[in-house]
């Protein structure tokens, strides 16, 4: 069963995209801000990880530098999603995808385009 975890700080989100990724018969885990999302990496080892990128603590961005900076990290596969912040949230996007992300979203998300995403970079 593959591993997901979910790291956004909204938590009707998070929990929503848990329980259906659960159903999905994905093995899911998830944090509230990338601090916590990468504590549980270095514990879990997930296939793949969906990050929000305005959070607390560690934002989404910079959660990616460190993934891709570290070798033992770099090869989870990562989708980045915003819903905008300060800016809106496809810029957010586009500099998640200059950092490695493998793919991305904006919310609000279609389910049926995440679903095809996460098999096939879990493929």
Known sequence: MKKILIIDDDKDFNSSLKEYLGYREFDVSSALDGKQGLSLIST???????????????????????????????????????????????QYLSIAEGLGADCIFEKPLNLDELIEAINNLLD
């Not at 990880?49 to 900076?69: A, C, F, N, Y």
């Open 44 to 90: 879990e080892t997930p296939d793949l990880i969906i990050t929000d990128i305005v959070m607390p603590e560690l934002d989404g961005i910079e959660l990616l530098d460190k993934i891709q900076s570290d070798t033992v990290l770099s090869p989870i596969k990562i989708i980045a999603i915003s819903g905008g912040g300060r800016i809106a949230g496809q």
